[in-house]
């Protein structure tokens, strides 16, 4: 791997990491420039000063087949529209995602493919909700590697937000995952992974270890979200309490699915929806 400017290289991979840190986003999101020759971009990031000009430099005059998108949310997608008005250049994403941004696009489902340096290589698109519903990853081949938004975090774990996201959606985006033998991950946030199985099994393994958490505390007399998330996860800075909250909301909703005898929740379903970064 190979580092200038802060731009870090990984052939056929190329990345710099956006100037918005925070609680969620961890350093910052990740964006990426897939090949040599003619590239596709993954998650520009957000619409924010100097983002255009990082892009270009990224880009470095090459010409761009496509920009895609893992999901909506604007610490991703923000600066999309520019980006492509930029390099002239589409929009790919899943039809939710394009519907939620309100622009028209190249519209993805699982197994579609968008090619790089002529088709050398191709970004196959994997459906792959939990964190958000509109949620696609990209497997590079050929090869393992899979771009994993913000399914599968660089460092730390991701967060499922109710509504919009769901645990058994998760869990079954994590197995679709898995099924695939992942090798190097590029996530949304956080640094690459070299064994993308490891960590793939490991999020499985802990968002299980979560909805048992959340089960035993609403069993043990929990009736509140509020009261749920500090039995689970303790004190925790202001600034991630609403992600939380949004996590519980999902997993009391599985518990529902799975069939659980769940009583009233304060805060269920009188619910905001969750933050929309991360």
């Not at 490891?198 to 393994?205: C, S, T």
Request: a negative charge; hydrophobic letters at 40%; aromatic letters at 4%.
């Amino acid at each position: 791997m190979r580092q200038s400017d802060s731009l870090r290289v990984a052939e056929p991979v190329s990345w710099f990491v956006a100037s918005n840190p925070g609680p969620l986003t961890l350093d910052g999101t990740r964006c990426y420039r897939v090949g040599d020759k003619r590239v596709v971009l993954v998650d520009p990031g957000p619409a924010m000063p100097g983002q255009l000009d990082r892009l270009e430099k990224l880009v470095d005059g090459r010409p761009v087949e496509a920009i895609c998108l893992t999901h909506a949310h604007a610490d991703h997608s923000g600066i999309a529209v520019g980006a492509a008005e930029c390099f002239g250049a589409s929009v790919a994403a899943s039809v939710d995602t394009l519907s939620r941004l309100g622009i028209a696009g190249r519209a993805l489902a699982g197994g579609d493919t968008i090619p790089v340096d002529g088709g050398a290589l191709r970004l196959r698109a994997l459906e792959t909700p939990g964190h958000s519903a509109d949620h696609l990853a990209y497997l590079l081949e050929p090869g393992r590697c899979v771009f994993t938004g913000d399914l599968v975090l660089g460092a730390g774990s991701s967060v499922v937000l109710h509504p919009d996201g769901e645990v058994r959606a998760c869990l079954a985006s994590f197995s679709r995952i898995l099924s695939l033998r992942p090798g190097c991950l590029y996530p949304g946030h956080g640094p690459p992974v070299d064994d993308g199985e490891a960590r793939v099994r490991d999020y499985r393994d802990h968002r299980i270890e979560r909805h048992g958490q959340v089960v035993d505390a609403v069993q043990a007399g929990a009736r509140t979200v509020e009261t749920v998330r500090k039995l689970v996860y303790g004190d925790l800075a202001p600034g991630l309490e609403k992600a939380a909250d949004a996590a519980i909301r999902a997993h009391i909703v599985y518990m529902r699915e799975q069939g659980d005898d769940v009583p009233p929740i304060a805060g269920l379903d009188d619910s905001s929806p969750g933050p929309e970064e991360s």
